[in-house]
């Protein structure tokens, strides 16, 4: 990672010129950008979740994650079991059968699913912050 990787995703101005002025000349790998300073949770966050080829597997993983916690929280039984029933079909292979497009379609919508429901499951910052620990997770884990 370094700034032309992180300037393809076209961040907004201020988030760009607040990486370019404390970490401009940083280049690593995505558990090296997780521990810098000054770059909030938030646009961790929002780096990890880019459209990222060779991380799409690594995504989806982070996106059940999150989305575990939320439907978890919601309590509400047929939700937790529609839930639990994707996971079944994402660990049997068979989510790996959509195309593209498809995929990008329902990453999309879980991913805002995902954040919707953890604004009402609990406070926005402590859930980012879980976000976070779940990125440096699976970044340690698959030594990203």
């Not at 607040?18 to 995505?30: F, M």
């Not at 509400?76 to 195309?99: H, K, M, P, V």
């Not at 497009?101 to 429901?117: G, L, M, N, S």
Request: net charge negative; charged share 30%; glycine share 4%.
């Amino acid at each position: 990672m370094n700034k032309e990787f992180i300037k393809q995703f076209n961040p907004c101005s201020d988030r760009w010129n607040n990486y370019l002025k404390h970490h401009g000349n940083w280049a690593g790998n995505l558990r090296g950008f997780l521990k810098l300073k000054n770059i909030t949770t938030d646009d961790k966050v929002w780096i990890f979740t880019q459209k990222i080829d060779i991380l799409e597997k690594i995504q989806r993983e982070f996106v059940f994650m999150c989305a575990s916690r939320a439907v978890d929280d919601c309590g509400i039984i047929e939700i937790q079991e529609y839930f639990n029933a994707t996971i079944l079909i994402y660990e049997s292979g068979y989510l790996e059968l959509l195309n593209d497009k498809e995929y990008r379609a329902a990453y999309e919508a879980a991913y805002r699913a995902t954040d919707r429901a953890a604004d009402w499951a609990a406070n926005w910052a402590a859930e980012r912050e879980t976000q976070l620990e779940i990125l440096k997770y699976l970044a340690e884990k698959y030594r990203l």
